[in-house]
Nanobody
Framework: QVQLVESGGGLVQAGGSLRLSCAAS????????MGWYRQAPGKQRELVAA???????NYADSVKGRFTISTDNAKHTVYLQMNSLKPEDTAVYYC???????????????WGKGTLVTVSS
């Protein structure tokens, strides 16, 4: 089994910064992709940023130029640096990873439990 554990959420004023981290552990042969999604109250979960193995990052239009996704492959960790935060960025942020547990398995979607980011105006 694989676990994803997020950290780094919290309360910040508008214009501030936060850095989210998500570490994958367990039976990991290869990580195909890692990313961050968010869900605000009363809204659907949406993609914030994602990056595939050896690929370029992909960002939601609403965060381009403000958020940066990066990975530490040796630590199986993905980060989300969030700058110039806005009240509309308030949401629960979920880590997502597509992970193969062996050379014979397909990639499986895993999710973290989420971390709350609150941006005050």
């Amino acid at each position: 089994q694989v676990q994803l554990v997020e950290s780094g959420g919290g309360l910040v004023q508008a214009g501030g910064s936060l850095r989210l981290s998500c570490a994958a552990s367990g039976s990991i042969f290869r990580i195909n992709a890692m990313g961050w999604y968010r869900q605000a109250p009363g809204k659907q979960r949406e993609l914030v940023a994602a990056i595939t193995s050896g690929g370029s990052p992909n960002y939601a239009d609403s965060v381009k130029g403000r958020f940066t996704i990066s990975t530490d492959n040796a630590k199986h960790t993905v980060y989300l640096q969030m700058n110039s935060l806005k009240p509309e960025d308030t949401a629960v942020y979920y880590c997502n990873a597509v992970i193969r547990s062996s050379s014979l398995s397909n990639g499986i979607d895993y999710w973290g439990k989420g971390t709350l980011v609150t941006v005050s105006s």
